[in-house]
């Protein structure tokens, strides 16, 4: 049962690492973003952004080290949830289905709230589960792992727009 919960804790660090990762690159996006839910006015946004990058990076190492046990489950419900509520109250404002919460990770963009209320699940699930107490070193080795597999994603990921941009280049012109 010690696995599942060290399986939980990975699944939460790289969705949080990962969207972490692509809000700092599109960061100006991210204030977009942000002021696209109507909740806060413009001049907060660049704050508002800030603070989301400094919770999901906070997120990010508390599962990895594996500290704060039940609170930072709780913390991660409800920023979920609230994020939910969130998501529903721009689609009804705007009907934009997804939140572009991840970048160019399609695939986590595509169902938001699905996606949330599969992670709220897991975390529930491990409320149960025993707590996993890990060394300092296993768990900086799983931290930069997770950080490995991110920008890993990320060079795949660019290298096949890459090559869908010269294959497209490549192709005659008709008129």
């Known amino acids: 049962m010690t696995v599942l919960s060290y399986v939980i804790d990975m699944i939460i660090a790289v969705v949080f690492f990962l969207s972490f990762y692509m809000k700092v690159y599109h960061f100006h996006d991210l204030r977009l973003q942000i002021h696209s839910y109507q909740i806060i006015p413009y001049q907060l946004t660049a704050i508002s952004a800030c603070l989301l990058l400094i919770s999901e990076i906070s997120i990010f190492l508390l599962f990895v080290i594996g500290i704060a046990y039940i609170w930072k489950e709780i913390l991660v ?52 589960l025993p707590i996993r107490i890990f060394s300092l070193d296993e768990s900086i080795v799983s931290g930069a792992m997770i950080v490995c597999f991110v920008i890993a994603y990320d060079i795949w990921s660019e290298a096949k727009q890459v090559r869908e941009l010269t294959t497209d280049d490549k192709r005659p012109y008709h008129f």
Do not use: Q
């Not at 986590?108 to 529930?124: C, G, Q, S």
């Open 77 to 128: 419900i409800l920023m979920l949830s609230f994020f939910i509520l969130f998501i529903k109250r721009k689609r009804k404002i705007s009907e934009a289905a997804d939140c572009g919460c991840f970048g160019k990770a399609d695939s986590l963009n595509k169902y938001p709230i699905i996606r949330n209320l599969v992670l709220i699940a897991l975390l529930i699930g491990k409320l149960f």
